[in-house]
């Protein structure tokens, strides 16, 4: 059974850091998209960052860009967001998925992947 697994939220101070990880199993995800989405209370869900299968070309969400740094790291079978100078706003549950097909091009939508993990927390707050 092919699953997905979010770890590495908690509560952290404005300005602070916090990095994600996401790790498959029962699947080799490595030609596959990768990305993280986000969803706040009473909130749609937001695009974070997508990382193309070669790792050639990223995405960010506008909200996210120049802060948070997505990486892949095929041997762990894993996906990580580096999120720097977090803000309020950047509370959420962090969500990571695959593309649903292999070898596809590098989308931000949703509707493009599948596989989701079961999010964790992420909260910016004093």
């Known amino acids: 059974q092919e699953q997905v697994t979010e770890s590495g939220g908690g509560l952290v101070q404005p300005g602070g850091s916090l990095k994600l990880s996401c790790v498959a199993t029962?699947?080799?995800?490595?030609?596959?998209?990768l990305a993280w989405f986000r969803q706040a209370p009473g909130k749609e869900r937001e695009f974070v960052a997508a990382?193309?299968?070669?790792?050639?070309?990223?995405f960010y969400g506008d909200s996210v860009k120049g802060r948070f740094f997505i990486s892949r790291d095929n041997t762990r079978n894993a996906v990580e967001l580096e999120m720097d100078s977090l803000r309020p706003e950047d509370t959420a549950v962090y969500y990571c998925?695959?593309?649903?097909?292999?070898?596809?091009?590098?989308?931000?939508?949703?509707?493009?992947?599948?596989?989701w993990g079961q999010g964790t927390q992420v909260t910016v707050s004093l």
């Open positions: 998925a695959r593309s649903r097909l292999p070898y596809m091009e590098l989308e931000r939508t949703p509707s493009s992947y599948g596989y």
């Open positions: 029962g699947h080799t995800f490595s030609k596959d998209n």
């Open positions: 990382i193309h299968w070669t790792k050639t070309t990223t």
